[in-house]
């Protein structure tokens, strides 16, 4: 039996539900004029899985570097939410971009 494609996609369940609170987390402490940044992050992760020897540690960067990818476009939204109320805004951040 191979477990390959299980374990990668349990790994893959986990990087997206921390994905959700490290969006949430950075929109409240840093703000969502960060997105840019988060998204060279994503995608040099990406490219750096490309030269990566081991299978393993290939598609490990490359699904934490597709969730950083899409923490990224949703940095953004989130400070939507933020202005809606849903989400609690920082008193000690001082202003938003």
């Keep these: 039996m191979n477990f390959t494609g299980l374990i990668l996609g349990i790994f893959m369940l986990f990087v997206i539900g921390f994905g959700f609170v490290w969006v949430i987390k950075l929109e409240y402490y840093v703000g969502a004029h960060v997105w840019p940044w988060v998204l060279a992050a994503g ?3 990406a ?9 393993w540690a ?21 400070a939507e939410r933020v202005a809606q109320g849903l989400f609690p805004i920082n008193p000690r951040r001082r202003s938003r971009p």
Excluded: R
């Design 58 to 78: 290939s598609a490990i960067v490359g699904i934490f570097a597709g969730s950083v990818i899409w923490g990224s476009t949703e940095l953004p939204p989130q």
């Design 47 to 55: 490219i750096g899985s490309l030269f990566l020897p081991s299978f």
């Design 43 to 45: 995608i040099a992760l």
